[in-house]
């Protein structure tokens, strides 16, 4: 049933967008006054079909789910090329460079709008994400020697305002890219603001495929370390604790949050943990011996409440429109800086994900809710949108790397470099998908 799940997921976020980017090509085509043959959702053989319109159109489903196309009137291939000496004017080759171009161009563009209106929407409704408010910084770490206090407030990153933890991520990720300091300005728990800047030289030394959070020493503010049930048979039962316990300290050492008492547990096996527990107004001494799992971690075996500060992030129409619009563009300059790094060495190839990846991440979110979902679509739009537009030859980026040599040199491109580039295209594509593939198995073993 779960991966049933995971492929409707999949399914209903990808099969949208690809008939949505193929739609932009169709209409674009038709304004500019050039017959579209067919419609087809899916490449390969067709296993369905009906014909539609005055041009008779031919809407067709194909047998492979991925991928998409607009057939039109083109005389370079013999099965298209006009029959008629009367449409001559409405094929493809015959219309000005400038219209090609639009009608290239359109298919990545629907995607982008497609984001922004989904982004939009999000804004405009509200979503409840983690709070910006961080835990208490580890000695030693790069937060830490900045002057960041747990507890505190980011609200903005090198000038750019935060509201939730992810667009506090997200404007790290972007200093970590470029390579700047972070300036961090933070509103302190007890009042008052402050900045705390990390440089330049700490931010350069992050693995953008990593964690940079946990890196640099920042992390997600938690509640204290409430039990919330006490397993039979375990650790805690024996120990006494029970539901409603507040864990306060652990060998003396304060316990900040259920985080930190996970992490004294763990770290305990096979030893007796002295705790100091409130459970209403008293305080009471508990000796707790954590068992030893699978992976050699100690384990109380108590479930705590460990709730994150949560903010609702909303906007009005004009505003979240706006912050449809930088988003999709920050994140489409941000995936194009991810490509130039793993081009030039400086990021992985481990982050080509393919079909598997995506599936898993569709019904991860689709599990989360449906404003997780949408979000997750909105970014999946984007990314078909910057990849389409690569200059890769058989991709939309590619034939507008074509019609651009063609504004330029007042000639298209000769056919036989255009076969061979053709050719290449296709090969890379493979080579692309087959790492995806790759990458994707291994993530998944």
Known sequence: MSLLYTIVAFLLALGPLIILHELGHYLVARACGVKVLRFSVGMGRVVWSRRFGRDQTEWAVSALPLGGYVKML???????????????????????????????????????????????????????????????????????QAGVQGGDTVVAVNGNPVQSWSELRWQVLHAAVDKTEARLS?????????????????????????????????????????????????????????AGDTVLRADGKIVDDGLTFTETMRASAGRPVQLEVQRGERLLPIVVEPERDANGRG??????????????????????????????????????????????????WKNVTGPITIADYAGQSAR??????????????????????????????????????????????????????????????????????????????
Not at 79 to 104: G, L, Y
């Open 74 to 144: 083109d005389s370079r291939d013999p099965e298209t090329a006009p029959k008629d000496e009367s449409e001559f004017d409405r094929e493809f080759t015959r219309q000005s460079v400038w219209r090609r171009i639009a009608i290239v161009a359109a298919g990545p563009l629907a995607n982008f709008l497609v984001a922004i209106g989904l982004m939009a929407v999000l804004f405009m409704h509200g979503v409840d994400e983690p709070s910006a408010r961080l835990r208490a910084v580890p000695a030693g770490s790069s937060a830490q």
């Open 368 to 445: 989360v809710g449906l404003a997780t979902y949408l979000q997750f679509i909105a970014f999946i739009s984007i990314s078909l949108g910057v990849m389409n537009l690569l200059p890769i030859p058989v991709l939309d980026g590619g034939h507008l790397l074509y019609y651009s040599l063609e504004v330029l040199t007042g000639r298209p491109l000769p056919a036989r470099v255009g076969e061979f580039a053709q050719r290449f295209g296709v090969g890379l594509l493979f080579m692309l998908m087959a790492l995806a593939v790759f990458n994707d198995l291994v993530r998944l073993l």
């Open 299 to 348: 384990v109380a075996k108590v479930m705590l409440a460990q709730p994150v500060e949560m903010v609702t992030v909303s906007s009005g129409p004009f505003e979240a429109l706006a912050k449809g619009v930088e988003r999709t563009w920050e994140t489409s300059v941000m995936t194009l800086k991810m490509i130039g790094k793993m081009v030039t060495g400086e990021a992985s």
């Open 186 to 242: 933070l509103r302190g728990q007890h009042g008052g603001t402050y900045d705390a800047v990390i440089p330049a030289s700490a931010v350069a030394q992050l693995d953008v495929d990593g964690d940079v959070m946990k890196a640099l020493g920042l992390d997600l503010w938690r509640k204290p370390a409430r039990i919330e049930q006490v397993l039979p048979g375990g650790a805690g039962e024996r120990a006494g604790l029970l």
